[in-house]
C-alpha cells in the first residue's frame, strides 16, 4: 500500500512539474490565453429593464454580445438594433416594449418621411428577433403606377397616393406574399401595427393603423448560446453567411513577477489538495463519515429526503447507486444526454428493460428531481410514462423508467427525408397526436391532483414498440388542486418554441392548464409540418415561419400541401390536426379549448370543425420577411 501510495505521489508530481512548464509557455507563447469573455459584465442593472444578460451589452463594453443596450443617466434606456436607436419602455422576461421616437413624431404629422422608415430586422444565424404587431407595406414607383395596380389591385390591397415619388399598398389582413411575385419596381417595409381594433376596423387611414411602439422578441440559436458560454463570439461568416464561432486572445496584464506567484499558487494549492485526498484515502472511515455527514445536511438533501418520507405511498422502488450501476453493467450503453444528464438502457433483476436518466447535479432544492417523482408516481395511464423507480443517494440522484424502444418524437418528424415520404405516415401521426392529447387531458382532469406539465415538445414525446406516445419528464411540472384554475409561478418555465406567452408575459392572462394546451398545439404543428415552426433554411419567405403560413391556407380554403398525403382520410386526419392546433396556440388562454376538447376535435367530424381566429402574437422567432418561438412558445 505505501508502495503504491508514493508512487501515485511521485507521478502526481511529475505531472505538476509539467504543468508548470506549460503554465509558462501559455504565458510566453501565444502572447496570451483564451478567454470567456474577461473584460465583459455578465450581468447588468440598466435602468427599468432591470437585470440584463447576453445576449444584450452595455454599450461602454465591446463586443460583448449581440445587441447594445445604453443605459447611463435615462431611466429607460435605448436598444440600439441594426443602428437603429429605440427606447425600451418596459421588459417582460424574453420581451421588450420599446418605442421609435422619431417615428412617433413623423406620425403625428402625417409626413411621408414616414416611410424612409423600416422595422424589418436582418435574418441572422446568431440571433432571431420578433416585431410585432407589424404591417408590410409595398413601396412602388409611382411612375410604373399601371403595373402595380394591376397586381395589387388583383390582390384586395389599400393604396395610399398621396406622397410624392411613390405608392403604398397594403392589407392588414394579409401577412404571406412570395418575394419574387413582387413588382421589381415595388420594395416592402415594415412598421408597428397599432393594436386598437377600431382603428383596424372603421377604415380611418394608414396613418392611424400604425404606432411607435412595438414588442420585441428574441431568440438566441442553439449554436450562439454554446460558443458564447464556451468563450467565443457569435459571429456570421461574410462568404457563406452561415453562423461562425471566433475564439479571441487577450494579454495577460501582469508582469512576469505575478506570472511566477500566480503559478506558484495555483501548484501549491493542487498539492495540498492531493494530500488531502490521499488523506482520506488512508483515513477513510473518519474522513468519509465527516463529508457523509457534511453533505446530509446540506439543503437539497434536506428538502428531497422530506418529500420522500411524507409520499411514501405515492413513490415507486428505491434503488440503491450501486444497484443502479448494476441494472446499467456500469453505465455502458448509453441511450442519449441533455442539460438534465446522461440516459442508459438497462436491464432489472427480473430481465425488464428500462432506461436510467442519471441527473447531474441539483439546483436549489432539488425541484426538478421532486417534481418528477411526486408527478408521475401519482399517475397510471397508458399515454404516460411509467417511473419503475428511482435513486437518492448522497449526491447520485437518477430515476428508473420503462423502456421506450423507438426513443423520442423528435427523431421521426425532423430528420432528412426524400422528397414524398414521411418518417410516419399520417395515420401514426394522427393516432399519435391523439395519444398525447389524452395523456394532457387525463393530467388535466384524470388525476386526483391537477397535474400541469409546462414542457410539452417532441423531445419529451417517447414512443413505444408500437409508436404509442407517453408523455415523459415532469422535472417543471407544476401540482395544484383540480378547483385551481390559476396557478402562481415565479420566473417563466418550459423550452423556446413552445411556451405560452402567458407564462413570460404575465398582462396577457393567469397561468393554468392552458398553457401546456399551447405548447401541444405548437408541437403538433412541427408533426403536421416535419419540421421546426420557424425555419430560416425554407426556400419561400411565405414559409419561414409555418403556423402563419398554414393559417393562410386554410382562411383561403385552400389545399395544404403537406408531404406524404396520399388519400382522402389522410387529407382529412392532416386538417383536424392543422385546424386544432391553431385553436390551441390562440394568444388568449380563455380562447384555446381544454384538452378533452381537443380529443373532441381531433376525434371527431371534420364539418363541425370550425376555423380558429387568428393568433394576435407570433411564435418568439421571426416574421416572415426577418422578424420570434415574437418563439412565444
Same mark, same amino acid.
Given at each position: 500500500?505505501?508502495?503504491?501510495?508514493?508512487?501515485?505521489?511521485?507521478d502526481?508530481?511529475?505531472?505538476f512539474?509539467?504543468?508548470? %512548464?506549460f503554465?509558462?509557455?501559455?504565458?510566453?507563447s501565444?502572447?496570451?490565453?483564451?478567454?470567456?469573455?474577461?473584460?465583459?459584465?455578465?450581468?447588468?442593472?440598466?435602468?427599468n429593464?432591470?437585470?440584463?444578460?447576453?445576449?444584450?451589452?452595455?454599450?461602454?463594453?465591446?463586443?460583448?454580445g449581440?445587441?447594445?443596450v445604453?443605459?447611463?443617466?435615462t431611466?429607460?434606456?435605448i436598444l440600439?438594433l441594426?443602428g437603429?436607436?429605440?427606447?425600451?419602455?418596459e421588459k417582460?422576461?424574453?420581451?421588450?416594449?420599446?418605442?421609435?421616437?422619431?417615428? !412617433?413624431?413623423?406620425?403625428?404629422?402625417?409626413?411621408?418621411?414616414?416611410?424612409?422608415k423600416?422595422f424589418?430586422?436582418?435574418?441572422s444565424?446568431?440571433i *432571431?428577433?420578433?416585431?410585432d404587431?407589424?404591417?408590410?407595406?409595398?413601396?412602388?414607383?409611382?411612375?410604373?403606377?399601371s403595373?402595380? +395596380?394591376?397586381?395589387?389591385?388583383?390582390?384586395?390591397?389599400?393604396?395610399?397616393?398621396?406622397?410624392?415619388g411613390?405608392?403604398?399598398?397594403?392589407?392588414?389582413?394579409?401577412?404571406y406574399?412570395?418575394?419574387?411575385?413582387?413588382p421589381?419596381?415595388?420594395?416592402?417595409i415594415? %412598421?408597428?401595427?397599432?393594436?386598437?381594433?377600431?382603428?383596424?376596423?372603421? !377604415?380611418?387611414?394608414l &396613418?392611424?393603423?400604425?404606432?411607435?411602439?412595438v414588442?420585441l422578441?428574441?431568440?438566441?440559436? =442553439?449554436?450562439?448560446?454554446q460558443?458564447?458560454?464556451?468563450?467565443?463570439?457569435?459571429?456570421? =461568416?461574410?462568404?457563406?453567411?452561415?453562423?461562425h464561432?471566433?475564439?479571441? &486572445?487577450v %494579454?495577460?496584464?501582469?508582469?512576469?513577477? *505575478?506570472k511566477?506567484?500566480?503559478t506558484?499558487?495555483?501548484?501549491?494549492?493542487?498539492?495540498?489538495?492531493?494530500?488531502?485526498?490521499l488523506?482520506?484515502?488512508?483515513?477513510?472511515?473518519?474522513w468519509y463519515k465527516?463529508?457523509m455527514?457534511?453533505?446530509s445536511?446540506?439543503e437539497?438533501?434536506?428538502?428531497?429526503e422530506?418529500?420522500?418520507?411524507?409520499?411514501?405511498s405515492?413513490?415507486p422502488?428505491r434503488?440503491?447507486y450501486?444497484e443502479?450501476?448494476e441494472?446499467?453493467?456500469?453505465f455502458?450503453?448509453?441511450?442519449?444526454?441533455?442539460?438534465?444528464g446522461?440516459?442508459?438502457?438497462?436491464?432489472?433483476?427480473?430481465?425488464?428493460?428500462?432506461?436510467?436518466?442519471v441527473?447531474?447535479?441539483?439546483?436549489?432544492?432539488?425541484?426538478?428531481?421532486i417534481?418528477?417523482v411526486?408527478?408521475?408516481?401519482?399517475?397510471?395511464?397508458?399515454?404516460i410514462?411509467?417511473?419503475v423507480g428511482?435513486?437518492?443517494e /448522497?449526491?447520485?440522484?437518477?430515476l428508473i423508467?420503462e423502456?421506450?424502444?423507438?426513443?423520442s418524437?423528435?427523431k421521426?418528424?425532423?430528420?432528412?427525408r426524400s422528397?414524398?415520404?414521411?418518417?410516419?405516415?399520417?395515420?401514426i401521426?394522427?393516432?399519435?397526436?391523439?395519444?398525447?392529447?389524452?395523456?394532457?387531458?387525463?393530467?388535466?382532469r384524470g388525476c386526483?391532483?391537477?397535474?400541469?406539465?409546462?414542457d410539452?415538445? $417532441?423531445h419529451?414525446?417517447?414512443?413505444?414498440?408500437d409508436?404509442?406516445?407517453?408523455?415523459s419528464?415532469?422535472?417543471?411540472?407544476?401540482l395544484?388542486?383540480?378547483?385551481?384554475s390559476i396557478v402562481?409561478?415565479?420566473?417563466?418555465? /418550459? *423550452?423556446i418554441g413552445y411556451?405560452?406567452?402567458e407564462?413570460v408575459?404575465?398582462?396577457l392572462?393567469?397561468v393554468?392548464?392552458?398553457? =401546456?394546451?399551447?405548447s401541444?398545439?405548437?408541437?403538433?404543428l412541427?408533426?403536421?409540418?416535419?419540421?421546426?415552426?420557424? =425555419?430560416?433554411?425554407?426556400?419561400?419567405?411565405?414559409?419561414?415561419?409555418? $403556423?402563419?403560413?398554414?393559417?393562410?391556407?386554410?382562411? %383561403?380554403?385552400?389545399?395544404l400541401?403537406?408531404? /406524404?398525403i396520399?388519400?382522402e382520410?389522410?387529407?382529412?386526419?392532416?386538417?383536424?390536426?392543422?385546424?386544432?392546433?391553431l385553436?390551441?396556440i390562440?394568444?388568449? $388562454?380563455?380562447?384555446?379549448?381544454?384538452?378533452?376538447?381537443?380529443? +373532441?376535435?381531433?376525434?371527431?367530424?371534420?364539418?363541425?370543425?370550425?376555423? $380558429?381566429?387568428k393568433?394576435?402574437?407570433?411564435s418568439?422567432?421571426?416574421?416572415e420577411?426577418?422578424s420570434?418561438?415574437?418563439?412565444?412558445?
Amino acid at each position: 500500500m505505501f508502495l503504491c501510495t508514493k508512487g501515485f505521489i511521485m507521478d502526481m508530481f511529475s505531472c505538476f512539474f509539467v504543468f508548470i %512548464l506549460f503554465h509558462f509557455w501559455c504565458f510566453d507563447s501565444a502572447q496570451g490565453q483564451n478567454t470567456s469573455h474577461p473584460n465583459c459584465t455578465k450581468e447588468f442593472q440598466c435602468g427599468n429593464l432591470r437585470n440584463l444578460s447576453f445576449p444584450f451589452y452595455k454599450s461602454t463594453e465591446l463586443d460583448c454580445g449581440l445587441s447594445k443596450v445604453y443605459c447611463e443617466d435615462t431611466e429607460n434606456p435605448i436598444l440600439e438594433l441594426n443602428g437603429v436607436k429605440y427606447q425600451a419602455l418596459e421588459k417582460a422576461d424574453v420581451f421588450i416594449r420599446l418605442k421609435y421616437t422619431s417615428l !412617433g413624431e413623423l406620425l403625428k404629422k402625417n409626413s411621408c418621411e414616414t416611410f424612409d422608415k423600416n422595422f424589418s430586422i436582418a435574418i441572422s444565424p446568431s440571433i *432571431t428577433y420578433g416585431l410585432d404587431p407589424s404591417l408590410t407595406l409595398f413601396k412602388c414607383n409611382r411612375s410604373q403606377k399601371s403595373r402595380n +395596380e394591376e397586381f395589387f389591385n388583383s390582390s384586395s390591397y389599400q393604396s395610399y397616393n398621396v406622397c410624392d415619388g411613390f405608392i403604398l399598398y397594403y392589407n392588414i389582413s394579409i401577412h404571406y406574399y412570395q418575394v419574387s411575385e413582387i413588382p421589381s419596381s415595388c420594395s416592402f417595409i415594415q %412598421l408597428p401595427l397599432t393594436s386598437n381594433s377600431e382603428a383596424k376596423s372603421n !377604415g380611418s387611414g394608414l &396613418f392611424h393603423l400604425l404606432t411607435d411602439e412595438v414588442i420585441l422578441g428574441w431568440t438566441v440559436s =442553439d449554436e450562439c448560446n454554446q460558443c458564447y458560454y464556451a468563450g467565443g463570439r457569435c459571429q456570421t =461568416d461574410n462568404t457563406t453567411n452561415k453562423f461562425h464561432c471566433a475564439y479571441t &486572445f487577450v %494579454l495577460d496584464a501582469g508582469n512576469r513577477k *505575478t506570472k511566477v506567484i500566480v503559478t506558484v499558487a495555483v501548484f501549491l494549492g493542487c498539492c495540498a489538495g492531493i494530500l488531502i485526498l490521499l488523506l482520506c484515502f488512508r483515513k477513510k472511515t473518519f474522513w468519509y463519515k465527516c463529508l457523509m455527514f457534511w453533505e446530509s445536511k446540506t439543503e437539497d438533501h434536506r428538502n428531497i429526503e422530506a418529500f420522500l418520507k411524507n409520499n411514501g405511498s405515492y413513490a415507486p422502488k428505491r434503488y440503491t447507486y450501486s444497484e443502479v450501476k448494476e441494472m446499467t453493467t456500469r453505465f455502458k450503453n448509453k441511450l442519449g444526454q441533455g442539460g438534465f444528464g446522461n440516459v442508459y438502457r438497462g436491464n432489472l433483476q427480473n430481465g425488464k428493460h428500462v432506461a436510467v436518466k442519471v441527473l447531474n447535479e441539483l439546483k436549489g432544492s432539488g425541484e426538478e428531481f421532486i417534481n418528477e417523482v411526486a408527478s408521475i408516481s401519482r399517475t397510471s395511464h397508458v399515454n404516460i410514462v411509467s417511473l419503475v423507480g428511482f435513486c437518492f443517494e /448522497g449526491h447520485k440522484r437518477a430515476l428508473i423508467y420503462e423502456f421506450m424502444p423507438n426513443g423520442s418524437l423528435e427523431k421521426f418528424i425532423y430528420e432528412e427525408r426524400s422528397d414524398g415520404i414521411r418518417q410516419l405516415d399520417w395515420p401514426i401521426l394522427y393516432q399519435i397526436a391523439l395519444g398525447i392529447a389524452r395523456g394532457l387531458e387525463y393530467l388535466h382532469r384524470g388525476c386526483t391532483t391537477r397535474i400541469l406539465h409546462f414542457d410539452i415538445k $417532441p423531445h419529451n414525446i417517447l414512443l413505444d414498440e408500437d409508436f404509442c406516445p407517453k408523455i415523459s419528464d415532469f422535472g417543471l411540472a407544476k401540482l395544484c388542486m383540480k378547483k385551481e384554475s390559476i396557478v402562481s409561478m415565479l420566473g417563466a418555465r /418550459g *423550452t423556446i418554441g413552445y411556451i405560452a406567452p402567458e407564462i413570460v408575459c404575465r398582462n396577457l392572462g393567469g397561468v393554468s392548464h392552458k398553457s =401546456d394546451v399551447y405548447s401541444y398545439g405548437m408541437m403538433v404543428l412541427e408533426m403536421v409540418g416535419g419540421r421546426k415552426n420557424v =425555419d430560416v433554411g425554407v426556400d419561400r419567405t411565405s414559409e419561414i415561419y409555418f $403556423p402563419h403560413w398554414l393559417y393562410r391556407r386554410i382562411e %383561403l380554403d385552400e389545399e395544404l400541401q403537406l408531404i /406524404g398525403i396520399m388519400n382522402e382520410e389522410e387529407k382529412e386526419c392532416a386538417r383536424k390536426m392543422v385546424l386544432a392546433s391553431l385553436w390551441c396556440i390562440q394568444t388568449d $388562454p380563455s380562447s384555446r379549448p381544454s384538452m378533452s376538447k381537443v380529443v +373532441e376535435m381531433l376525434e371527431g367530424n371534420l364539418d363541425f370543425l370550425q376555423i $380558429p381566429p387568428k393568433p394576435y402574437l407570433y411564435s418568439s422567432s421571426r416574421t416572415e420577411v426577418g422578424s420570434s418561438e415574437v418563439e412565444l412558445a
